[in-house]
């Protein structure tokens, strides 16, 4: 009896733990790739309606004014945003850091709103902003040419070219690769 206990009290330990090595902090409410696409879907959104949308909602001053404005100018988006971002949009269009100049209008309200309401609208902003980061990082490179060191049956041993044998041409055959793979 003793033994069992022991063994039932180490494993429920052992599950205790894995269950915690998720991280410190709160966990997250929203996952990142979300709020990053939801800010891309939002901008392009926003800049195919802004050139209407944009006087109207800035001049808006009440939650019934931007719902209107988006209903009368935003067709066929205006689902997407109100009423449910009605309060959001007038706090973040009201934010003093709110830009001048309609496409960083745009682009600060898509990030800013891309996380509601799981996410406040300086955390969602700096979300996009951090993917935005790890997106320039990136090489714009791309390869334009792999390269194979090959043994063919003509004698050529010597690295391939697009491919191919550089001597007699014959094309190398990836299916065999594949085949062995699935087997």
Not at 10 to 34: F, H, I, M, T, V
Not at 161 to 171: I, S, V
Request: glycine letters at 4%; proline letters at 6%.
């Amino acid at each position: 009896m003793a033994d069992e206990r022991i063994t039932q009290k180490s494993s429920k330990n052992l599950l205790d733990r894995s269950a915690r090595k998720r991280g410190r902090g709160r966990p997250r409410e929203c996952q990142y790739s979300e709020i990053i696409g939801r800010a891309a879907n939002y901008r392009k959104i926003l800049t195919d309606v802004w050139q209407y949308l944009g006087p109207p909602l800035i001049a808006a001053q009440t939650v019934e004014q931007v719902t209107e404005v988006f209903r009368s100018y935003g067709r066929p988006y205006d689902a997407e945003f109100v009423p449910r971002l009605s309060k959001d949009i007038l706090s973040v269009k009201s934010e003093r850091k709110f830009p001048k100049r309609a496409f960083p209008q745009i682009k600060f309200l898509a990030n800013s709103l891309a996380g509601r309401p799981n996410v406040e609208f300086r955390t969602s902003r700096d979300i996009c902003a951090k993917a935005l980061a790890e997106e320039r990082a990136k090489s714009p490179h791309k390869i334009l040419r792999k390269e194979f060191y090959i043994e063919c049956s003509c004698g050529f041993k010597g690295p391939a070219l697009n491919d191919a044998c550089r001597k007699c041409g014959a094309e190398i055959n990836f299916l065999p690769d594949l085949l062995s793979c699935l087997f």
